[in-house]
């Protein structure tokens, strides 16, 4: 009964998006609208509306963003979480700044140094812009996964014979699953409703669906804006089911039992 009433107060606010995005129209007093349409979703896939070309570049803006925080968060984890060095705290610290502090604190600078690079208004300057927020994420969480890993699994392995890139693939990644897994869904997540960043750096050239989404809001068609809410909600919540599923099978062949 709980989980029940969790699912209700989490997807209610999705229901009037919903209703709107098949309504013709919904007045006051209206319960439910009189007449309904797929004016609104016909309108989302037409080339005027540019949703498909924000879900595209947002998609994979998302992606090139998570997988690049992963490169830099997991080695950066791994010296965190298992070494032991003067400043560590420091630096924990210092990996929290980006999340702390507002993004207009530092945005005009990296905007000042992306616009020398030429970078400023590119679809490379937007990721890398994105991987402020992400990297730190990443990094925090693949550190509280590594401080908890037994480093001896691969000091076993390498004994019996394994190389760097064996030790690589079947010992550390497949105990560290889980935990690139969370930090990967934190990262596409962060990058997927990135607004402001995008809305800076992109220049209005970079067209993501959060963008698509400001822009129709300016509009007033709450039919078209309903659509495109639910239309960004999706790859987000897939990518969450798909998270949870592969934790799901991680748990149940023991690998969260390793770490």
């Known amino acids: 009964m709980l989980i029940v009433l969790v699912i209700v107060v989490l997807f209610l606010p999705f229901l009037p998006l919903v209703i709107w995005s098949f309504a013709q129209g919904w007045f006051f007093p209206q319960l439910i609208p009189d007449q309904w349409t797929l004016q609104h979703w016909s309108q989302l896939v037409s080339p005027a509306s540019r949703v498909i070309e924000g879900l595209l570049q ?21 010296a965190i979480g298992v070494m032991e060095f003067p400043g560590k705290e420091a630096l924990k610290l210092f990996l929290l700044t980006p999340i702390i502090v507002s993004p207009l604190a530092t945005l005009m600078g990296i905007q000042f140094v992306l616009i020398r690079l030429g970078l400023n208004g590119t679809l490379l300057g937007v990721i890398l812009v994105h991987l402020m927020p992400t990297i730190p994420y990443m990094t925090l969480v693949l550190t509280s996964v590594f401080a908890n890993y037994d480093i ?4 076993q392995a390498r004994s019996l014979g394994a190389s760097p890139v ?4 079947q010992v550390t990644l497949p105990l560290i699953a889980p935990g690139i897994v969370v930090g990967a869904l934190f ?24 963008m698509v989404l400001f822009t129709l809001l300016q509009g007033g068609n709450n039919g078209l804006v309903a659509a495109v809410a639910i239309t960004s909600v999706v790859p987000g ?14 748990t149940a062949l023991g690998g969260l039992g390793n770490v």
């Open 58 to 78: 947002s998609l994979a803006i998302a992606l090139i963003t998570t997988i690049l925080s992963l490169l830099v968060g997991l080695p950066a984890g791994r």
């Open 152 to 155: 001896r699994y691969e000091t």
């Open 166 to 169: 064996q030790v690589l693939s």
């Open 187 to 210: 990262a596409f997540l962060i990058s997927w409703n990135e607004f402001l960043l995008t809305f800076f750096v992109g220049a209005g050239r970079v067209f993501t669906l959060p």
């Open 237 to 250: 919540l897939l990518f969450l089911l798909l998270a949870s599923k592969a934790l799901e099978n991680d």
